[in-house]
């Protein structure tokens, strides 16, 4: 059974940059969540989708975030203009139906912003 | 609102002894408790979860967990632990929005 994966692992940019994250959930997931996780905290939530559609977003989400997930499938987290504060921990997790089913975390996205 | 509190922010044990490690939560309702565990530069493993039933939930790695509605309290024990439990780890608490409120975690050391 292949586990929630996130592309890349690291990624070290310069502000002000663009920066694109993947994520690929369980098979058979059809809900997704992005959280956010800062040094000394647990993680935040940002956003999820149910298959494609988008339901709900964290106020930390700014304008400069966007997420999408076509065909319901994988997912992307797109940070425009980076800034420092935007360096953190970025976890993808998914989760088969709208019940009580556990989220499973992929190993994250550690992002570095210089 | 909700909410989980993590009280201790670290905690030292020796090999072979016993842990516990404390979880509050605040939430309106019967909420559903999970404790997950997170090794160095790595994601969230699930180690159980509570939904209703039996209070004193079993999970992986002889870990186990109790919830006491009256405390509001979801406590992780081990009866021995070992230098691989070395983690940090996360109570975690969900909703009805599905979403995931999560303490600040606990850190465990573990000395030989």
């Known amino acids: 059974d292949t586990g929630v994966s996130q592309d890349p692992r690291h990624k070290i940019t310069k502000r002000g940059q663009n920066v694109t994250f993947r994520c690929d959930p369980i098979?058979?997931?059809?809900?997704l969540y992005w959280y956010r996780q800062t040094l000394g905290q647990g993680p935040e939530f940002l956003t999820y989708?149910?298959?494609?559609?988008?339901?709900?977003k964290s106020r930390l989400l700014s304008d400069r975030f966007s997420a999408e997930r076509p065909k319901g499938s994988f997912s992307t987290l797109e940070i425009q203009r980076t800034e420092q504060g935007d360096s953190a921990m970025y976890l993808c997790?998914?989760?088969f139906g709208a019940g009580v089913y556990e989220q499973y975390f992929g190993p994250g996205t550690r992002l570095t912003v210089t | 609102a909700q909410s989980v509190t993590q009280p201790d922010i670290h905690i030292t044990v020796s090999e072979g002894a016993s842990l516990e490690l404390r979880c509050n939560y605040s939430?309106?309702?019967?909420?559903?408790l999970f404790w997950y565990v997170q090794s160095p530069g790595q994601g969230l493993q699930l180690l159980l979860k509570?939904?209703?039933?039996?209070?004193l939930v079993q999970g992986i790695k002889g870990f186990e967990a109790e919830f006491k509605r009256s405390q509001s309290s979801f406590n992780l024990r081990k009866p021995s632990v070992h230098w691989s439990d070395a983690a940090e780890y996360f109570c975690?608490?969900?909703?009805?929005?599905?979403?995931?409120?999560f303490g600040k975690g606990t850190l465990l050391t573990v000395n030989p």
């Open positions: 997790a998914s989760s």
């Open positions: 098979s058979e997931h059809n809900r």
């Open positions: 989708f149910q298959n494609e559609a988008q339901l709900e």
């Open positions: 939430y309106g309702a019967t909420p559903y």
């Open positions: 509570y939904f209703s039933g039996d209070t």
């Open positions: 975690a608490l969900r909703g009805s929005n599905y979403k995931l409120t």
